[in-house]
């Protein structure tokens, strides 16, 4: 079950934009994701991302070919890393568009 689809649609495509942008940063694996989120002294309902929320998530972007997934060896494990493709890169540069407005305002002005 998609956990993004019982969120309000527009928060959905939030959580979806972030991801990817994080993703683009540099290729991680989902645990990494939950620990740099968890670290976040800036994100402090972070705990609320949990992998049974951020697997399904990731797993629609995979579907949608937004992002890509290859094995990678770290020491003895063999972890699966997550990769923005061209499509998610594209869809990244759309998304700049949600941020406009009063949303893009409030995200200045709390950045500031």
Do not use: C
Request: charged share 25%; glycine share 8%.
């Amino acid at each position: 079950m998609d956990v993004s689809k019982s969120l309000h649609p527009d928060m959905a495509k939030r959580m979806h934009m972030f991801l990817l942008w994080l993703i683009s940063k540099h290729e991680m694996h989902g645990y990494e994701m939950l620990k740099t989120l968890k670290n976040d002294p800036g994100a402090p309902n972070a705990q609320v991302i949990s992998a049974s929320r951020l697997y399904p998530v990731l797993n629609g972007l995979l579907a949608a070919g937004l992002i890509s997934q290859k094995e990678k060896k770290t020491g003895r494990r063999v972890r699966k890393v997550y990769i923005v493709t061209a499509k998610g890169r594209a869809m990244l540069k759309e998304g700049k568009k949600m941020f406009t407005g009063l949303v893009g305002q409030f995200v200045k002005e709390m950045s500031s």
